[in-house]
């Protein structure tokens, strides 16, 4: 897609002034009105460029974010740990660049595990002008704890309250106002997904700009001092509209991770996706095994009527073709059962309760839960 299209898809979602997503440019002029500052001429000051980094807790949409504010593709999906490296993208909102960077999820700035450790570096390091924490509007208390550890480090800190979509529809109402009282900082709510609130995140970013980065001592305080602060914040500001939302959602998960009902549920799930990729491939693997033989008797019949010697139809027609397509037909059903099947597993948030479940199992391997994913 080139910056033109972006350009435009983005404009159309827009309001006011739009953000332009462009490809890695170091030194884009707050003055210059190319999309693509590379190679740049006009640019003769110095960049202004203001550092963001999305950071908080697994699975709250910081690269759902991130890329629709910069227009690349991180991976997304309703699974925690997607993300384990930092990413770096870039967009324009007005006159301001900014350069964001994507950081791995983390419950915490003391956790130990090597993409939470990568985050916590990244915060701590000091390179950016403000530090945009992403919250679940769905579960204010659980997020909002590690917004308190990165407040104790840094005033630079806008908090970006996601998912409000979700909350609506579950009935979830957050008084942002008092909310922004509370903590004396920045409060957007946004939509991430449905690209609403972006606009009023990107101006509130702008506004660090010209703030000089600091590096900071990680965090010395225990994460439950934290936890206890952020549960009486979301106390205060949210109210529970549709109470039996919650309860049902506790009742599913109780019987998704519990360890008996977890662990039948999750084979009976797993035998039924095994079975139909495998069962249920078996009627288009034939209709197109069929039909693939079909074409094969017709290309024969059309080498024969062009004199095509026998060695280079046999190289051909009985090689190239019947190798390539009984591949197809044999591989291409049980993908297309198997991976909608699981996407719609991922969706549906299961896929996290099945790492919950196998969890304790890895870790005796030296592994963890989310390993069974890719496996
Ligand atoms: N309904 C709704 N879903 C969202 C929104 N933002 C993100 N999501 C979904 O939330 C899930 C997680 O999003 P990600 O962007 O992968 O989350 P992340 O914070 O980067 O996760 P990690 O990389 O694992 O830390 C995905 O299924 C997204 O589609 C939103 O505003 N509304
Ligand atoms: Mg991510």
Redesign the pocket.
């Known amino acids: 897609m080139t910056i033109d299209r972006l350009f435009r898809r983005f404009k159309k979602k827009s309001s006011s002034e739009p953000y332009t997503p462009f490809p890695g440019c170091e030194l884009s002029c707050a003055d210059c009105e190319n999309t693509d500052c590379t190679g740049c001429t006009c640019c003769s000051c110095r960049p202004a460029v203001c550092r963001a980094a999305l950071a908080?807790?697994?699975?709250?949409?910081?690269?759902?974010?991130?890329n629709a504010l910069t227009g690349l593709h991180?991976?997304?999906?309703?699974?925690?740990?997607?993300?384990v490296a930092c990413a770096t993208g870039f967009c324009r909102f007005g006159k301001s660049s900014f350069e964001l960077t994507?950081l791995?999820?983390t419950y915490s700035l003391c956790s130990d595990s090597p993409e939470e450790e990568v985050a916590r570096e990244a915060v701590c390091q000091g390179c950016f002008h403000v530090i945009i924490a992403?919250c679940d509007a769905t579960s204010l208390e659980r997020s909002l704890a590690l917004v308190f550890q990165i407040m104790a480090l840094t005033p630079h800190v806008i908090l970006c309250v996601?998912?409000?979509?979700?909350a609506k529809k579950k009935g979830i109402v957050i008084d942002f106002p008092h909310l922004e009282e509370l903590l004396g900082i920045p409060v957007v709510p946004?939509?991430?997904?449905?690209g609403e609130g972006l606009d009023e995140l990107l101006k509130e970013a702008g506004k660090y700009s010209d703030d000089s980065p600091e590096a900071f001592q990680s965090c010395e305080a225990p994460p439950e001092h934290f936890m206890q602060k952020a549960e009486e914040v979301s106390r205060q500001v949210t109210v529970y509209h549709r109470p039996e939302y919650r309860k049902r959602d506790f009742r599913i998960d109780r019987a998704v991770t519990g360890p008996v009902t977890g662990t039948l549920l999750m084979l009976a799930l797993l035998f039924l996706l095994f079975w139909l990729s495998l069962s249920g491939a078996n009627y288009p693997s034939q209709l197109l095994s069929s039909g693939f033989g079909w074409l094969e008797d017709k290309l024969y019949l059309l080498a024969g009527m062009g004199h095509v010697p026998g060695w280079i139809q046999g190289m051909l027609i009985s090689g190239v073709y019947k190798v390539s397509t009984w591949v197809i037909a044999v591989m291409l059903p049980p993908m297309a059962i198997f991976f909608p099947l699981f996407t719609l597993l991922e969706?549906l948030g299961y896929l996290p309760r099945v790492a919950f479940n196998l969890d304790h199992q890895f870790k005796k391997c030296s592994a963890c839960g989310k390993q069974a994913l890719c496996m």
Do not use: M, R, Y
């Not at 908080?56 to 991130?66: C, E, H």
């Not at 946004?190 to 449905?194: G, T, V, Y």
């Open positions: 908080g807790n697994p699975n709250v949409g910081k690269s759902t974010l991130f991180q991976h997304v999906g309703n699974w925690t740990g997607k993300t994507d791995p999820g992403i996601n998912l409000c979509d979700e946004i939509s991430a997904a449905k969706d």
